[in-house]
């Protein structure tokens, strides 16, 4: 239950509700954690923009989405300009699935689908968690 008190705190936390809060977070596997910048994505609205049009990610940065209820279904990368790796995470923000995602341009994009519920998904770089050595059943601490 701690997990989800914290993630509560932390999205209180946001001083406007019409732009992209920046929030720190943990990602652990092990003894070890690595720090993360995210920007919050936790409306429709922001959902869907996610990451579109961006040129260029930061090496720790990344994007936080975060629904309400369980939700299905994957990810698109319709003018998406960067190669993404994206990580879906359950209610305790364990690890359950890692999928890379390539850019697309078409106007028929292909979708990257964990196969699984989640109630977060966290958006880095391509390659980001191997480098890191972030595998599934890892997990994500928001504070």
Do not use: H
């Not at 809060?21 to 994505?41: P, W």
């Not at 364990?94 to 078409?106: A, F, G, T, V």
């Amino acid at each position: 239950m701690k997990p989800r008190f914290n993630l509560i705190g932390f999205l209180f936390r946001q001083k406007k509700a019409g732009r992209l809060q920046t929030k720190k977070i943990k990602v652990i596997s092990g003894n070890r954690s690595i720090k993360l910048t995210v920007q919050v994505a936790d409306t429709p609205k922001k959902r869907e923009k996610g990451l579109m049009f961006v040129e260029k990610l930061p090496e720790n940065e990344g994007m936080l989405f975060v629904y309400p209820v369980k939700t299905y279904g994957g990810f698109w990368m319709k003018n998406t300009f960067i190669p993404l790796s994206i990580a879906f995470l359950n209610l305790d923000g364990k690890i359950q699935r890692i999928l890379d995602m390539e850019p697309c341009y078409e106007d028929e994009c292909p979708t990257y689908d964990p196969e699984l519920s989640y109630y977060y998904a966290l958006e880095v770089n391509l390659g980001w968690f191997e480098k890191n050595q972030i595998k599934e059943g890892d997990s994500v601490q928001f504070y």
